[in-house]
């Protein structure tokens, strides 16, 4: 079946623009995380998701980073005011549940600020 | 707060060489364990995990025994080839918390 899909695979935007990264997780799959990869490092953990509920965003750096997931399924990731320090690939991972700690990752989108 | 510690690369070994990348992890509660594994050009990609003290994950020849006494998560393979070239993460979910943490990742480069 179809894996985790993200979209854009690549932005490139100036500093102080908005920006949107989406994540298509595997159907059915009701947990949803966001993490980001700077250059040379692991992912870092953001935010995580069960079913529609943010059930942990302790990972956010800051106000600037939002991520939603009205129905339960798509998830957006949102970003103001974007800063050079934003620039990392950005990861989706899905889980069939919560308890089902394997996550299935995606394969990312890789934001540049200029 | 819990973390993972992760051996620095790069690794170059001869093919049919002995693998070994260290992990060692701090962790509150009793965490699950996991080796993720990124190909050239591709996703992350879980390898084999484990999930309570002694268990040993294996896949693709690839193993690692979760050790609570010496809180480590070593990989290892007897024999590597040259497709096992790839970026090799160690990971760790608590079971008090929501969160996976990542190592920063070893990169092997396996040569003909």
């Known amino acids: 079946g179809a894996g985790v899909s993200q979209t854009p695979s690549n932005k490139v935007t100036e500093k102080g623009k908005y920006v949107e990264l989406r994540c298509d997780p595997i159907?059915?799959?009701?947990?949803l995380y966001w993490y980001r990869q700077s250059l040379g490092q692991g992912p870092e953990f953001l935010i995580y998701f069960q079913g529609t509920g943010a059930a942990d965003d302790s990972g956010l750096p800051n106000d600037r980073f939002f991520a939603v997931r009205p129905e339960g399924s798509v998830s957006t990731l949102k970003i103001q005011r974007t800063e050079r320090g934003d620039s990392a690939v950005y990861l989706c991972?899905?889980?069939?549940?919560?308890?089902?700690?394997?996550?299935?990752f995606g394969p990312g989108t890789r934001l540049t600020v200029l | 707060g819990d973390s993972v510690t992760q051996m620095e690369g790069p690794v170059t070994l001869s093919e049919e060489a002995f693998l070994t990348i260290n992990c060692t992890y701090t962790a509150t509660g009793y965490p699950s364990l996991f080796w993720y594994v990124q190909y050239p050009g591709e996703g992350l990609q879980l390898l084999l995990k484990?999930?309570?003290?002694?268990d040993k994950g294996s896949n693709k020849g690839f193993e690692a025994t979760y050790r609570k006494e010496t809180t480590s998560f070593h990989l290892e393979k007897g024999s590597v080839q040259v497709s096992d070239s790839a970026v090799y993460f160690c990971a760790l979910h608590s079971n008090t918390g929501n969160q996976f943490y990542f190592g920063t990742g070893t990169s092997l480069t396996v040569i003909p």
């Open positions: 484990a999930t309570k003290a002694d």
């Open positions: 991972a899905s889980s069939p549940s919560r308890t089902t700690d394997t996550q299935y």
């Open positions: 159907s059915g799959h009701t947990a």
